[in-house]
């Protein structure tokens, strides 16, 4: 697989669904990608890239932003608390607001820094208990919280349960993002990114499809 075979199937799925070519956002996950993989992402002329830690993305992001000043770069994966200022100079988009007090510390730095990614509420459609996110019952009353706090929610995210049909998952969290007025559904990775564009997905992340296996940091 390739970036423009990756490319060329999103376009499919977008004609499938009656959307509009280049209506959904290609994040090309970079986690745990050496630098010359991602170069040569670059090199083809995709800026759209998605990072899980943050320390990881301020380890690596600031030198290829020197060479390419268009980069977006999203956060998709948890974010601490402590880390958020950090997250807020660095990401153009974060995907991964799941509960109250990262809420709260979003909503008071971005009052001090004058500015505030856009943001995704992340949803555990599956109500794992291992993974993070808001509670599907409980979704409305957050979402409804962060615009209290005047932060730029655009959507929803979701990461499906791994044993179960992605497509209930992603039609759960459209129907959530529909009857509270939000336009950004980020569901959708590597298997299943064209199920996820038949039921509305804006952005899609799909990460070893692009860049080939994940290498994994020396211990």
Do not use: Y
């Not at 996110?133 to 979701?158: N, S, Y």
């Amino acid at each position: 697989m390739s970036l423009q075979d990756i490319t060329a199937r999103i376009t499919k799925a977008e004609t499938a669904a009656g959307q509009p070519a280049g209506s959904v956002k290609l994040i090309a996950v970079s986690k745990v990608q050496p630098n010359e993989r991602v170069q040569a992402v670059l090199e083809q002329g995709h800026r759209c890239f998605g990072e899980n830690r943050v320390q990881e993305a301020v380890g690596k992001w600031p030198n290829f932003m020197e060479q390419f000043s268009d980069i977006d770069l999203h956060l998709i994966g948890p974010l601490q608390t402590n880390k958020a200022r950090q997250a807020i100079e660095l990401f153009s988009t974060i995907h991964s607001v799941d509960r109250p007090k990262l809420a709260k510390t979003l909503a008071r730095l971005a009052q001090e820094m004058g500015t505030c990614p856009v943001l995704f509420i992340q949803v555990n459609t599956g109500e794992e208990d291992q993974k993070a996110g808001i509670l599907p019952a409980e979704a409305d009353a957050f979402i409804a919280e962060c615009r209290d706090l005047d932060l730029p929610v655009q959507g929803l995210m979701c990461i499906p349960p791994v044993e179960e049909e992605p497509s209930l998952h992603f039609a759960l969290l459209a129907k959530i993002a529909e009857r509270n007025g939000l336009v950004g559904l980020s569901m959708g990775m590597s298997g299943d990114f064209e199920q996820a564009i038949a039921l509305g997905a804006t952005h899609v992340r799909v990460g070893s499809a692009i860049f080939g296996a994940r290498v994994k940091p020396e211990e």
